[in-house]
């Protein structure tokens, strides 16, 4: 089991980014998938989900910046990110939800510099 996070970078406050995370998991137009964060010193927070239908829920710091979605040809989950925060600043990782400790990899890092 793989999933590996890109499209991470350093963008200023207001830039944007999409980050692409490639799934080799079983069956996975039928998982529900998400897009975690961890920033400096806090705990991995949960910042937007997309069911197995295509449903999408986001956490409210990104709720109007950020849109999730999902390509079950290529095994792929997206986050295209607008508007862009410092605080936004964090190590963005996939996972299915909830979320699985064997499936973390290591994630891609955002840096929003102000």
């Known amino acids: 089991v793989q999933l590996q996070a890109s499209g991470g970078g350093l963008v200023h406050t207001g830039g944007s980014l999409r980050l692409s995370c490639a799934a080799s998991?079983?069956?996975?137009?039928?998982?529900?998938m998400g897009w975690y964060r961890q920033a400096p010193g806090k705990q991995r927070e949960l910042v937007a989900t997309?069911?197995?239908?295509?449903?999408?829920n986001y956490a409210g710091s990104a709720k109007g910046r950020f849109t999730i979605s999902r390509d079950n040809s290529e095994n792929t989950v997206y986050l295209q990110m607008n508007s862009l925060k410092p605080e936004d600043t964090a190590v963005y990782y996939c996972?299915?939800?909830?979320?699985?400790?064997?499936?973390w990899g290591s994630g891609t890092l955002v840096t929003v510099s102000s």
């Open positions: 996972n299915v939800v909830p979320s699985r400790g064997d499936y």
């Open positions: 998991i079983n069956r996975f137009r039928f998982q529900h």
């Open positions: 997309v069911t197995a239908l295509g449903s999408t």
